[in-house]
């Protein structure tokens, strides 16, 4: 007699606690918060003056953790329709669900609170938030995870605050294009059976999938990140990509062995087509390499840069430095306008772009240097009438605030992606003697909380 199989039993997944929840704003990441048990409860995608029902994933000292489930009383400020299907899985846009007129206003309280706790309020006055012409559809350039999940291929981002690969396969807003070539791409690398990197073993082929795109000039440039280098499947990969998606004007592959979270490894090799992409941003044409930071949104980094020289109001003579130049972009739209310009960047590839742009756009009175940016400064030696900076959300530090305070130039005009950064950098601009001209927020990053805000600074 035949012995019937033994049944699995199935593990029984612990029951969240649920809470009910009344939304009083928003944190600086623009997710929902309320107040629970002694703590700060943190609902993604709920907005102030919503009652919603949250399952609590996590309970912390001071914080706590949760998953929206139900909205019981909706925000005026909610859209009609979700802003999007993934919105409460990839985390990535916690306010696409937001109407814009609403971020807005959060964003431009978000750069005034900021200010307002370290700087006298007589101080500054924030200029209205510059709006974004495009709202969705504006990220021009996109950083995209390939996994494997059960045999199944996911290409898309990871789930915020965490390792797990949400799988997108139109994100509202990627540039059509970038979404084009991910889907394409997701298919031809699941028909191929082409392995993908497992960092638990850390074996595999595939890493991510960079994709920038010209919207001006409606070309692409897509670079596969590969634990190792590879001759047979990403030719194959390379070359079905270009046929199917003829805006694809080149295919990288780059090396990243590391076992860490960096994305981009230092070995690259075209497999076809172009090194760069070139950009038309303004008044200026940009060469940009895969690995190069640009701005993501292309039509608001065009007004940024118009705004700064309108700022500047060169007369010709000047000489100005521009600080954490990346590839050139403000040190070019001021160069017309200025005696000579010198652009101090970090990233070696980004100072070959920027040269490589100085040349495309004719431009024979600006210098790069590859260097920190406090180090190349002191070593210059020269006394700039106008000083730009654009550095990373840390903000520009101590040291290299001290440094242009003992240079005092004329103006400074500082590009920030940080309100408390900046307000750190501005008050110690302020106690050294300098004041605050113009103050103007700028929405570069729409359903995210995420603002730019331009400052020009005088020597009082």
């Not at 139109?170 to 059976?193: G, S």
């Not at 550095?391 to 309100?419: F, M, N, T």
């Not at 110690?428 to 927020?441: H, W």
Request: charged share 20%.
């Amino acid at each position: 007699m035949m012995k019937k199989p033994t049944e699995k039993k199935k593990t029984a997944q612990p029951q969240l606690d649920t809470l009910k929840l009344t939304i009083t704003g928003l944190d600086n990441e623009g997710v929902g918060t309320a107040h629970e048990e002694n703590r700060t409860a943190l609902v993604q995608g709920a907005f102030p003056g919503e009652t919603v029902v949250a399952a609590v994933e996590h309970r912390g000292r001071t914080h706590m953790f949760t998953q929206l489930l139900k909205i019981l009383r909706r925000s005026p400020l909610r859209t009609a329709q979700p802003g999007c299907p993934l919105e409460l899985s990839c985390l990535g846009c916690p306010l696409v669900s937001m109407q814009y007129q609403g971020q807005l206003q959060f964003k431009q309280q978000r750069v005034e609170q900021a200010l307002s706790a370290l700087i006298p309020a007589g101080s500054f006055s924030v200029l209205p938030i510059l709006p974004a012409v495009d709202t969705l559809g504006y990220r021009t350039s996109a950083k995209l995870v390939f996994a494997r999940k059960r045999e199944k291929l996911f290409l898309g981002l990871y789930r915020r605050g965490s390792h797990e690969v949400v799988d997108i396969a139109e994100c509202p807003v990627h540039h059509p294009l970038i979404n084009r070539i991910a889907t394409i791409v997701r298919n031809d690398v699941a028909r191929q059976q082409v392995s993908v990197y497992n960092p638990r073993h850390q074996r595999g082929l595939l890493r991510y999938l960079l994709i920038r795109v010209s919207p001006a000039n409606d070309r692409a440039l897509v670079t596969f990140v590969c634990h190792d280098r590879d001759y047979q499947e990403l030719p194959k990969l390379a070359k079905k990509l270009v046929k199917k998606v003829p805006e694809v004007i080149g295919v990288h592959q780059n090396i990243n062995s590391s076992s860490g979270n960096v994305i981009i490894g230092n070995e690259s090799i075209k497999l076809l087509g172009h090194p760069d992409l070139i950009e038309q941003v303004g008044d200026i044409r940009l060469h940009i390499a895969p690995e190069s930071f640009f701005q993501v949104n292309t039509r608001q980094a065009a007004r940024m840069y118009a705004l700064i020289s309108d700022w500047a109001a060169l007369g010709g003579k000047e000489t100005l430095v521009d600080l954490f130049c990346g590839i050139g972009g403000i040190a070019l739209s001021l160069a017309k306008g200025a005696r000579s310009v010198i652009g101090i960047e970090v990233v070696p590839e980004a100072v070959r772009n920027a040269k490589a742009n100085a040349a495309l756009n004719q431009l024979n009175n600006c210098r790069f240097i590859a260097g920190d940016a406090t180090a190349e400064l002191e070593r210059l030696a020269i006394t700039p009438d106008l000083v730009t900076v654009n550095p990373p959300r840390k903000g520009c530090g101590v040291e290299l605030i001290r440094h242009l305070l003992k240079l005092r130039p004329a103006q400074i005009i500082y590009v920030s992606c940080d309100p408390a950064t900046l307000a750190i950098d501005l008050k110690q601009l302020l106690d050294g003697g300098y004041r605050i001209k113009r103050l103007q927020p700028v929405d570069m990053f729409p359903q995210t909380a995420h603002i730019e805000t331009l400052v020009q600074l005088v020597s009082a």
